[in-house]
């Protein structure tokens, strides 16, 4: 079992900032994929941003040119710096590990609302 916690989530008014952290209890995520989901209460979860192992990344157009993700091999962790920040982007933010079928753990998820 993996374990991932997120922490970052917070109050924020629109045009702000925020980085989200995902820390992941196991190494095995240097070599996996790793994605940030977003859900609003009544509505499906949403993918939001992936990065591969090597670095590649990928958006939804939602939050392309405002939001990136990253990560970090040394310490386990996965970020996503969230610029621009409008209201539409209030959710709770969830971090994924996706190595395969039998690979695929979620974070408890981290509230972000941006409200003035």
């Known amino acids: 079992q993996v374990q991932l916690v997120e922490s970052g989530g917070g109050l924020v008014q629109p045009g702000g900032s925020l980085r989200l952290s995902c820390a992941a209890s196991?190494?095995?995520?240097?070599?996996?994929?790793m994605a940030w989901y977003r859900q609003v209460p009544g509505k499906e979860r949403e993918l939001i941003a992936t990065?591969?192992?090597?670095?590649?990344?990928n958006y939804a157009d939602s939050v392309k040119g405002r939001f990136t993700i990253s990560r970090d091999g040394s310490k386990n962790t996965v970020y996503l710096q969230m610029n621009s920040l409008k209201p539409g982007d209030t959710a709770v933010y969830y971090c994924?590990?996706?190595?395969?079928?039998?690979?695929?753990?979620w974070g408890k998820g981290t509230l972000v609302t941006v409200s003035s």
């Open positions: 994924n590990m996706h190595g395969g079928p039998t690979m695929d753990y």
């Open positions: 196991s190494s095995i995520f240097r070599i996996v994929p």
């Open positions: 990065i591969a192992s090597s670095g590649t990344t």
